[in-house]
């Protein structure tokens, strides 16, 4: 057989739109707090290819802890359910989703204020969301009530070492 009718897209594995260079991977865990190290390893290790610099690592991990950590407390409120996490990279940006089929959130304007916290008594700081703000170069959140919710986070990886190594 031809080899290029092995792959009806003709466009070499790894490449996207305009040549870009992508890769996508889905994971799908328990809602357990022991899966969280597992989410922000498994991130890290996503982005390990991008050159990250140590910052960059530690703000991803730290993007991603946040997120799964609200999943478990809050989505589904230390019971059962499936967490979803899809890491995505087109060149230098890498994209973050993270989903739970949990209670979802009221108002979203509301929870991602700084120190705006719903469980005190667990002794939440109400951080999680400005984190994941901080860390990464957007942040998304969409929710409804009753069904789950659903966070985008982006960051460009790489650039910094780039621009360090130019100076
Ligand atoms: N996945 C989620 N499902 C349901 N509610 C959520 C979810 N993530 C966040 N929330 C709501 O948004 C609020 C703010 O979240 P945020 O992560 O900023 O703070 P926190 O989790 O309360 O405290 P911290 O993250 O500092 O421990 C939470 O208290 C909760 O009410
Ligand atoms: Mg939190």
Redesign the pocket.
Known sequence: MNPSNMNPSKKAAGTGRRGARVNQVSLIFDSLSENEAFARMAAAAFIMNMDPTMDELADVKTAVS??V???V????NGGPGKIYMTCRREDDVVTIEII?H????EDIEK????L?????E???????????EAFMDSLS?Q?TPGK??R?IMEKMIGREAAMDEAL
């Open positions: 946040e997120a950590t609200n999943c407390i809050h989505g589904y739970d949990g209670v979802g959130i929870a991602m204020e700084p705006y916290t719903t469980r005190p667990l002794e939440r700081s109400g951080m999680g969301f400005a984190f994941m959140v929710s789950g919710t966070i």
